[in-house]
């Protein structure tokens, strides 16, 4: 198995309401990796997992709050959010070697609308 | 700071020969990459640069100068398939090299 898979697809939420992102490897990976992606703008970093633990914030607002249940499972919870957290949210994931992450492995992502 | 600067959109002919540059300034240089990315879809792997000189992969190659924080992606026997947005990607020392930075990416567009 060599893909990283996000569900669901696409999400319409409004701003009041509280959901997941989902998202699941079994390359061993033990990096895992949120961003958002806005049209026509490179990806942005959120979050990084290293085993397991939370190694990088970038100043997330906290409506975004990550979860990595284990070493195959990356979750994203979302509440309260606005209209402008519209966009394409990425997960990836990458092997750990000699202490430092090889190339990333991009799920297909998840599209979400915030009405 | 970090800083990664790329063409916008380039155009190339079906099986030509066409040259992606990057350029970087970063305080702890410990990679790059360079990604694919077809419009709506996820980013995929190209190749990977950590030392000076070129790397070749099929098609595609991609070089490296770290003096110089210069790198370029090298596509030869274009394809229509190849039309699609090219990131040039720094992993950053500073932090384990748990970040990457992406470049805007370069879109391009292959025509017949």
């Known amino acids: 198995d060599t893909e990283v898979t996000q569900t669901p697809k696409h999400l319409v939420m409004g701003m009041t309401n509280k959901k997941s992102l989902k998202c699941e490897q079994h390359?061993?990976?033990?990096?895992m990796y949120w961003y958002k992606q806005k049209a026509k703008k490179p990806p942005e970093l959120m979050f990084v997992?290293?085993?397991?633990?939370?190694?990088i914030n970038e100043s997330v607002p906290s409506r975004f709050s990550p979860e990595c249940p284990n070493s195959s499972l990356l979750n994203l919870h979302l509440h309260a959010l606005q209209p402008e957290d519209s966009a394409l949210y990425l997960c990836?994931?990458?092997?750990?070697?000699?202490?430092?992450?090889?190339?990333?492995?991009f799920g297909p992502g998840t599209r979400l609308t915030v009405l | 700071g970090q800083n990664i600067d790329q063409p916008t959109e380039m155009t190339a002919t079906e099986g030509a020969i066409v040259q992606i540059n990057c350029t970087y300034q970063t305080s702890g240089f410990n990679g790059l990459f360079w990604y694919q990315q077809h419009a709506g879809e996820a980013p995929t792997f190209l190749s990977y640069?950590?030392?000076?000189g070129l790397e070749e992969k099929g098609r595609f190659s991609s070089f490296l100068s770290r003096s110089k924080g210069y790198s370029y992606l090298l596509l030869k026997e274009l394809q229509m398939k190849d039309s699609a947005s090219y990131l040039c990607a720094v992993r950053d020392r500073n932090t384990g090299g748990f970040k990457t930075i992406f470049g805007a990416g370069t879109r391009l567009f292959v025509k017949a």
């Open positions: 997992y290293s085993y397991e633990k939370l190694s």
């Open positions: 640069n950590v030392l000076d």
């Open positions: 390359m061993g990976h033990r990096a």
């Open positions: 990836a994931s990458s092997q750990i070697a000699g202490g430092r992450p090889d190339e990333q492995f």
